[in-house]
T-cell receptor, first 109, second 117 residues
Framework: GQNIDQPTEMTATEGAIVQINCTYQ??????LFWYQQHAGEAPTFLSY??LDGLEEKGRFSSFLSRSKGYSYLLLKELQMKDSASYLC??????????WGAGTKLIIKP | GAVVSQHPSWVICKSGTSVKIECRSL??????MFWYRQFPKQSLMLMAT?????????EQGVEKDKFLINHASLTLSTLTVTSAHPEDSSFYIC?????????????FGPGTRLTVL
């Protein structure tokens, strides 16, 4: 079956760096998405990786290893507003998104 | 700014009543829109794919007679929860895809929180 695994919750300190891991198993693969979702709100797009390697976008970076079925989202210089859930989603061979349950990130001062 | 709107943002209804949720694409003609449901602390679950001018495609386990989807125009899709029960209480989110090829970014509406008493 198809499956996405990511930690349920993580805690980090303001100004620090945090890495949120995601492993996936899908029927075929057409890319890996990361979305941010604040409580009670809809998800917003953060990044897309389809090739191996690191994609950097400001304070956020996303990494993909297709051979390992693994991705991570790296958040630098954490701010209190980064407190949110981070959703990992893999696109399968039918271009359908398979969603993880999300990682709740708690930022402490 | 927002590209997808949903109405209402939240609704409380009595068990047995029907609730209609609207999803509008604000600046894009969306032939396809998606309806998701999200229970607390759980992942987004795709309910159905809404196709303009044709029948929606429902995911396995989603009752098409209970969750009526209408996509009558390129900018509006509606989800009607018929005879709602407390277990239907959830966060309902619509989205549209933009782009071509494998990189189809999904733009989500703000969601509708449904509470059935």
């Amino acid at each position: 079956g198809q499956n996405i695994d990511q930690p349920t919750e993580m805690t980090a300190t303001e100004g620090a760096i945090v890495q949120i891991n995601c492993t996936y198993q899908t029927s075929g693969f057409n890319g890996l998405f990361w979305y941010q979702q604040h409580a009670g709100e809809a998800p917003t797009f953060l990044s897309y990786n389809v090739l191996d390697g690191l994609e950097e976008k400001g304070r956020f970076s996303s990494f993909l290893s297709r051979s390992k079925g693994y991705s991570y989202l790296l958040l630098k210089e954490l701010q209190m507003k980064d407190s949110a859930s981070y959703l990992c989603a893999a696109m399968d061979s039918n271009y359908q998104l398979i969603w993880g349950a999300g990682t709740k990130l708690i930022i402490k001062p | 700014g927002a590209v997808v709107s949903q109405h209402p943002s939240w609704v409380i209804c009595k068990s047995g009543t029907s609730v209609k949720i609207e999803c509008r694409s604000l600046d894009f003609q969306a032939t396809t829109m998606f309806w998701y449901r999200q229970f607390p602390k759980q992942s987004l679950m795709l309910m159905a794919t809404s196709n303009e001018g044709s029948k929606a495609t429902y995911e396995q386990g989603v009752e098409k007679d209970k969750f009526l989807i209408n996509h009558a125009s390129l900018t509006l899709s509606t989800l009607t929860v018929t005879s709602a029960h407390p277990e239907d209480s959830s966060f309902y989110i619509c989205s549209e895809e933009r782009g071509q090829g494998p990189y189809n970014e999904q733009f989500f509406g703000p969601g509708t929180r449904l509470t059935v008493l």
